[in-house]
């Protein structure tokens, strides 16, 4: 069946602007995790979605970073005033109740590179 | 807090040669640990993973690993690796959030080289 897609795959853009990435997980898991995957901090736990409810925002570094989910299916995540320290590939994935014996289920991640 | 530390960035190995990539963790709690591979070029996962029970836990691609409390690692081993091994290994730990969910906190990574 198909896996969690992330959309785009590559994304330049310019210091100061406003970015979207988008995690379509896997249908029918309620849980999904965004993550963050970059040279200096490894990869780091952003934020978990249950449903469309986002008990745990811990991990979002500053007030620039915000994330939605909609219909219990596709996320956004947002990125204000993008800066150069915000250059990572993004990663998303999703699980079949958040258990903590349900696997997560990673996408190919987003490559974003603020110039 | 829970923590993840992979000692070796780099292992590099010869085709058919055993390998073991060594990861020790710190928690204060009950841990479940995981194993994910990230091939080039593709996203991670699941290699394999330690809930409970029996300590050694193995993978359809002949990896195991071993929970070993005592001195709270849960190294990855390969009796015998192939070329198509290659990638970059991540130990993880859980730790279970508020509201349900589990986040995964990962080591740095080693980076798997199987030559021939």
């Known amino acids: 069946g198909a896996g969690v897609s992330q959309s785009p795959s590559n994304k330049v853009t310019e210091k100061g602007k406003d970015v979207e990435l988008r995690c379509d997980p896997i249908?029918?898991?309620?849980?999904l995790y965004w993550y963050r995957q970059s040279l200096g901090q490894g990869l780091e736990f952003l934020i978990y979605f249950q449903g469309n409810s986002a008990p745990d925002k811990s991990g979002l570094p500053s007030d620039r970073f915000s994330a939605e989910r909609t219909g219990g299916s596709v996320s956004t995540l947002t990125i204000q005033r993008t800066q150069q320290e915000d250059s990572a590939v993004y990663l998303c994935a999703s699980s079949f109740s958040g258990r903590t014996t349900d696997t997560q289920y990673f996408g190919p991640g987003t490559r974003l590179t603020v110039l | 807090a829970q923590s993840v530390t992979q000692l070796d960035s780099q292992v590099p190995v010869f085709e058919e040669a055993p390998v073991e990539l060594r990861c020790n963790y710190s928690?204060?709690?009950?841990?479940?640990l995981f194993w994910y591979v990230q091939y080039p070029n593709q996203g991670l996962q699941l290699l394999l993973k330690?809930?409970?029970?029996?300590?050694l836990v193995e993978s359809i691609n002949g990896f195991e690993a071993e929970f070993n409390k005592s001195q709270t690692s849960f190294h990855l081993r390969k009796p015998s690796v192939h070329i198509s091994d290659t990638a970059e290994y991540f130990c993880?730990?859980?730790?279970?959030?508020?509201?349900?969910?589990?986040?995964?906190?990962f080591g740095t990574g080693t980076q798997l080289k199987v030559e021939l």
């Open positions: 928690s204060s709690v009950s841990v479940y």
């Open positions: 249908s029918g898991h309620t849980a």
């Open positions: 330690y809930l409970s029970g029996s300590t």
């Open positions: 993880a730990v859980s730790k279970i959030l508020t509201g349900g969910g589990n986040k995964l906190t």
